[in-house]
């Protein structure tokens, strides 16, 4: 199991670690987004399909790409509460960031639901790291969490992202519509329960420092 010793903050939300054999996703830390800005700089996507909604950094052009991403996610650790939180973790692998997968919750200490979403550097696409990445992330939302559920979407010709969610178990939960590029498209949307999860659960994930990040995120243990 990959460990990765790091100073701790004292921001628990940048202490939480997730490892599978694979990768590990760590707290978005500004040492780490800072090695992550020569991949948003060369851009995270460069033609069709498209798969971010509007608006979005990563569409921009440099600097004001790397500009606003780094807003964006240093606007959201801060904005954590019981009502709405976002933990970002930078994806690494054999010690390198790679890209990033977000864990969101919205009311989440009533309804116990997350969303995901994530991107990967066009360099490492291909590899399965999507799928692995993802079942990282919602180890640590049903196990480290207790969720409920967890739903993702993505626009209808990102095959990437709905085939993971297929192979994830994930159930087809309607459509929705975005715009994308000022254009409009149609998104598919998924859902996954806990008792869906527990069927696929895997025990080779590790969690890291999870417990004191739980008053951040108003969540009561």
Known sequence: MPTTPAPLSAYPPLNVQVHTPR?????????????????????????????????????????EREWR?????????????????????????DGEPVGMQDLIGTGFATFGTVTTFSWLS????????????RQAVLHLAFEGLMAREATSDAFVDNRASNRISEALGYVPNGVSWDTRRGE??????WRLTREQWSAQRRDDIELTAVAPCLPVLGITP
Request: charged fraction near 25%; charge should be negative; proline fraction near 10%.
């Open 69 to 93: 991403w780094l807003r964006a996610v240093w606007s959201g650790r801060g904005r954590a509460s019981a009502e709405s939180w976002r933990l970002y973790f930078v994806v690494v692998v």
């Open 184 to 189: 409009p498209a149609q998104i598919a949307c």
């Open 23 to 63: 990768l590990s996703l760590l707290g978005a830390t500004d040492a780490l987004l800072e090695r992550l800005v020569p991949t948003v700089r060369d851009g995270v996507v460069t033609e069709p399909p498209w798969p971010f909604d509007d608006p979005i950094s990563l569409y921009e052009d440099s600097p």
């Open 122 to 133: 066009p360099a490492v696409r291909g590899r399965g790291l999507g799928k692995e990445m």
